[in-house]
């Protein structure tokens, strides 16, 4: 018979008698704040051996009702530790090394409290143990406490670890109170002793907080897109299933639309809210920042502790339309699980060839994290959908939740098409590095080859090219390039090659890739490029005679005459090939006349630009800058000056520069900006500067902008909130 008998029946109930009474005692003690004598009970007393680890629970439960956090980790550990936990008293239920139930719920809860009292930056480390404490738990079918998961969350924000916080989250999404194992309680002591119809069961795994939380230890990697992913696919508390279907895949609503719709608690909560403004401007998604704001807020005129004025205009076209592709593909992902109809090896292709543009997209915006998480929940589904039968339970999962009952990644859908393979390797490019992608592609090439016996994948081969150039190895990029059959070369893969030259300064091996090149119907504007520098930098006589061969080629594959190609890429030509090999492609043959040309073309380019809404390139601002303020300008006479009029054109070259950045070589020309606007008494073309600096927000060295000021006659602006 498996029924107990009476002895042990009626030791069993005294044990939980005595549990009772120690956690109660505990309480009482904790209540009244007399949580050192407990403390100093347990240390030296020899009660806490025989009575065990019900005796520290109660003592711990004391401390932590009195918020000695501190108190609670060092008798967790010391309980865990000490010499005089030996004996089967000590083993909770009689299993070695186990804690009490209690005791991990405290510790987790208090190392939460502890991380969220900590006013500085020091990292604790303690993410990895209690989502050890934490897997244990679930694995073993216990109790936590909602404290306690977001005491595990908080450890894995403190270490800025998201990977264990997102691993936490797909647990969370996995819970069903009726069907799970393990069950989330009521922190009250009792729902930690014994099975009881009256225990605390919590129904909702993530709250509000739970999902901040997790948000914002992605935001603090910079992982700001799988912190809105986090957002947009979780059930927290107001999620409506109801809303999936309309809401998903809809042409109609853009993305605050859709997180509104999916997460309605973001009206109610401004904890969540702030985690979602916060993810939006890290992904300089500005306006859409501020249309969530005004949406969920009464109160607008916060919204400067969050988003600057001068960022208030941005949008990240990339991230808006990769968030696009990801809906499609949630709602692709939920419909695949949900049907019984077989995926055909064309809908499998097309399925590829979005998930391919998804992650070009995410890996454009800077979030290919994001990318592959949404595209490993695609192939999930269909590795599911083909490998198993589900039940309706199954195909109700949460878009975000990866359980066991999954079926694992079929790796060989990322060789379905070559634009999925490529994408997959940019996108592991940028999350893992250049190793990871290098091996990636050769693993897979090894697969593609052994399937279909060519490896006429032409995007991933330039995409693996790129990689070994990147590592270094030029020798083993040519020996790899010379390995490929002619179908598998595209003109980028000449480029890149001649790219790698170029690092190594091998000009003349530049020049014999050009000529296969050029044979091979191959030619590009970047391999022209790269030629024409190897042409500069070789010892040979009629060099520009050779360069002029060079734009030909490439005028002629463009489709425009000589000369207009080399005015509109001359700042490029420049760089590439020197200024005085620039200047006799220009034809300016009278040194005297040459730096007044270079300034008309300068103005030339920025008007033109300026006119089409496009920003100028830096070369050509900078030479504005620098030749009006030296002596370039001298002889130039009065009607050239009337006609360009250097100080405005240094005044519009200053305001565009600031949107650059402001390293050393910025600084020093809006240094010698600013001087000649001084020098030049241009006061209100000074204000003008200084105005659009602290309109827009721009960063720029202090001293510059307060040299601006001094030249402008203004005072110190005084401090503004928005």
């Known amino acids: 018979m498996n029924a107990e008998r009476p002895i042990e029946i009626r030791l069993k109930n005294l044990y939980i008698t005595l549990s009772i009474d120690l956690m109660a005692a505990g309480s009482a003690l904790g209540r009244a704040g007399q949580w050192q004598g407990c403390v100093d009970y347990i240390l030296n007393k020899s009660d806490s051996s025989e009575l065990g680890q019900p005796l520290f629970a109660a003592v711990m439960n004391a401390c932590y009702i009195c918020e000695k956090y501190d108190s609670v980790l060092d008798i967790y550990y010391n309980m865990q530790h000490g010499s005089d936990s030996t004996g089967n008293d000590w083993q909770w239920e009689g299993e070695y090394a186990r804690s009490h139930p209690l005791c991990m719920d405290l510790l987790l809860r208090s190392v939460g409290m502890r991380m969220l009292m900590t006013v500085d930056d020091t990292k604790q480390g303690f993410g990895e143990a209690t989502l050890l404490i934490f897997n244990q738990i679930i694995e073993e079918g216990g109790r936590i406490s909602l404290d306690a998961i977001r005491g595990v969350l908080r450890a894995c924000e403190n270490d800025a670890d998201y990977q264990r916080a997102i691993n936490v989250m797909k647990i969370l999404q996995s819970y069903q109170e009726n069907e799970s194992d393990w069950k989330i309680v009521d922190g009250s002591a009792k729902n930690f002793l014994y099975d009881s119809e009256e225990s605390s069961i919590v129904g909702q795994a993530i709250d509000d907080d739970v999902l901040a939380t997790v948000m914002d230890t992605c935001c603090a990697v910079e992982e700001y897109g799988h912190a809105i992913l986090c957002l ?28 509104l719709v999916q997460q309605p608690i973001l009206r109610d909560s401004n904890r969540l809210l702030e985690s979602t403004v916060t993810a939006l401007t890290g992904l300089q998604c500005t306006q859409d920042a501020m249309a969530l704001y005004s949406e969920c807020t009464n109160n607008p005129g916060n919204l400067g502790k969050y988003i600057p004025l001068a960022n208030r205009n941005q949008i990240n076209a990339p991230w808006r339309e990769s968030f696009r592709h990801m809906d499609r593909l949630l709602y692709a992902s939920d419909a695949i699980r949900n049907s019984n109809q077989k995926l055909t090896q064309e809908d499998q292709y097309n399925i590829s060839l979005g998930i391919a543009l998804m992650l070009k997209c995410a890996t454009k915006a800077g979030q290919s994290s994001a990318g592959l998480e949404v595209a490993n929940i695609a192939i999930s589904s269909i590795s599911e959908h083909k490998n198993s039968k589900k039940s309706m339970k199954d195909a109700m999962k949460s878009f975000f939740g990866i359980e066991e009952e999954i079926a694992a990644i079929d790796e060989s859908f990322w060789f379905l098409s070559d634009e999925l393979f490529a994408a997959a390797i940019a996108a592991r490019r940028a999350k893992y590095g250049v190793q990871e992608a290098h091996d990636f592609y050769f693993n897979g090439m090894s697969t593609i080859i052994a399937k279909n016996g060519s490896r006429s994948w032409p995007a991933s081969t330039d995409l693996a090219l790129a990689l070994i150039v990147e590592q270094g190895e030029t020798g083993r990029a040519s020996d790899f390039f010379d390995s490929l059959e002619s179908q598998t070369r595209t003109p980028e893969t000449y480029a890149i090659m001649a790219n790698g030259y170029s690092l190594e300064q091998q000009w003349d091996k530049i020049a014999s890739l050009y000529r296969d090149a050029k044979r091979d119907a191959m030619l590009s504007e970047r391999l022209s490029f790269l ?104 002889n130039a006479g009065t009607t050239f000056i009337k006609d360009f009029h250097p100080p405005t054109l240094v005044s519009q070259a200053l305001i565009e520069i600031c949107g650059f950045g ?4 910025i600084s020093q020309v809006l240094l010698e900006g600013i001087s000649y606007l001084s020098k030049t008494k241009n006061i209100d073309l000074c204000k003008e500067f200084v105005e659009h600096v602290e309109s827009s927000g721009c960063t720029i060295d202090e001293e510059i902008l307060f040299l601006a000021r001094t030249a402008a006659d203004l005072r110190p602006p005084s401090h503004q909130s928005y």
């Open 232 to 259: 947009y696919t979780s059930k927290s508390v107001g999620y409506d299933s109801s809303s999936i279907s309309q809401n998903l895949n809809s042409n109609r609503g853009n993305m605050v639309e859709k997180l």
């Open 531 to 634: 030629a024409m520098e190897a042409i500069a930098n070789t010892v040979t006589s009629s060099k520009i005679k050779t360069l002029r061969s060079v734009i030909d080629d490439i005028a002629a594959l463009k489709g425009v005459k000589s000369g207009a190609w080399i005015v509109d890429n001359y700042w490029k030509l420049k760089k590439m090939c020197g200024f005085h090999h620039a200047r006799m492609l220009m034809w300016w043959n009278i040194p005297s006349e040459t730096q007044q040309m270079e300034f008309r073309l300068a103005a030339q380019h920025l008007q033109e630009r300026k006119k089409k809404g496009l920003a100028s390139e830096i070369d050509a601002l900078s030479t504005l800058v620098k030749l009006a303020n030296g002596k370039a300008l001298e």
């Open 662 to 665: 402001c390293d050393d070589e």
